[in-house]
């Protein structure tokens, strides 16, 4: 899971973070890298694809307060 501060959005430190994953994932023997990001979630989005993520399946998820 990765998500940052409203006040630290917009600096870079997404893309710093993730990059900073993938260079470990790489070594350790990881073949892909699956995530998951809400659909509203623009600039998340187009982070993840300026990283050439790919969109594989859309799921629903439902919530309910108790």
Known sequence: YLGLSPTVRGKGLGRALLSHGLGMARPAGAADV?????????????????????????????????
Not at 45 to 63: G, H, P
């Open 34 to 66: 699956v995530l998951a990001v809400d659909a509203k979630n623009r600039p998340a989005i187009a982070l993840y694809e300026s990283m050439r993520f790919v969109t594989q399946v859309r799921k629903s998820a439902w919530m309910r307060e108790v």
